[in-house]
């Protein structure tokens, strides 16, 4: 069954960064052609959508209001993998990270309709 692995997560310091993975386990997917949301939860509240990187040429990208200017979201084709690079780590930035392939990023941002089921997420804990 083919799904999509994360990974790249840790334990890191206030102001520190981190760069994590959606890579895709099995074969004959290619990312390139869904877009991609990164999505987090905290034990208790719901899963919210961080970023959102769309397909074609531009693969424009959308940003929760807290991720924009210290998030990035990226493809690499070649290694059929995508990229959620984290800057400037807030302990509120504690949380399992989730990808997911979609249709589109819509209106907004969010990636949907999402296709596929959830992975077993990466854990990244901001703390000094």
């Known amino acids: 069954q083919v799904q999509l692995v994360e990974s790249g997560g840790g334990s890191v310091q206030p102001g520190g960064s981190l760069r994590l993975s959606c890579e895709v386990s099995?074969?004959?997917?290619?990312?390139?052609?869904?877009?991609v949301g990164w999505f987090r939860q905290v034990p208790g509240k719901e899963r919210e959508e961080v970023a959102c990187i769309g397909t074609g040429a531009t693969s424009n990208t959308y940003y929760e209001d807290s991720a924009k200017a210290r998030f990035t979201i990226s493809r690499d084709n070649a290694k059929n993998t995508v990229y959620l690079e984290m800057t400037n780590l807030k302990p509120e930035d504690t949380a399992v990270y989730y990808c997911?392939?979609?249709?589109?990023?819509?209106?907004?941002?969010?990636?949907?309709?999402?296709?596929?089921?959830w992975g077993q997420g990466t854990q990244v804990t901001i703390s000094s």
């Open positions: 099995g074969s004959g997917m290619l990312l390139d052609r869904y877009a």
């Open positions: 997911r392939r979609g249709l589109e990023c819509r209106p907004g941002g969010q990636a949907g309709p999402l296709f596929g089921s």
